[in-house]
């Protein structure tokens, strides 16, 4: 795990299910927006008892900063000291929501490289070059 001041660091998605699944206090948080949870898919935690946390870092449509995204994690149920774990498409957003969910007061905060799909490969696609579905994680789409 590679860190920095500003969040806990960058984190493996085989690292993410590794600490979900030994550790009951981690929970996965998808900052990703409604339309791609609906038509991109969704971590699957079912085998682990768990379900991810689902709060937008960004606004869809005009892709704004969320400005109540740490109060919409609160009433979820997400405390300090908790080990979070941050998921979007490749890994920006989520390492935004780390950053800011650190300087809020929450100290173990981590990003999920390459995130929910992954890279882009050499023909421009993703889900084929890192992330949570090209690794073969469990995931589910509507």
Sequence with gaps: MAGDQDY????????????L????????IDVRT?????????P????????????????????SV????????????IKPGQPLYFLCRSGARSRAAAKAMTAAGFTACY?????FEGDLDAEKHRSRLGGWKATGLAWTQS
């Design 8 to 19: 806990a660091g960058d984190v493996t998605v085989a690292e993410v299910w590794n600490q």
């Design 66 to 77: 969320n400005p109540r995204f740490a109060e919409e994690l609160r009433a979820q149920g």
């Design 111 to 115: 990003n999920v490289a390459g995130g």
């Design 34 to 42: 409604q339309p791609e949870w609906s038509f991109v898919g969704v």
């Design 44 to 63: 699957d935690l079912g085998k682990l008892g768990k379900r991810p946390v689902f709060v937008s870092w960004q606004m869809y449509p005009d892709m």
């Design 21 to 28: 699944s030994t550790n009951s206090d981690a929970q996965l």
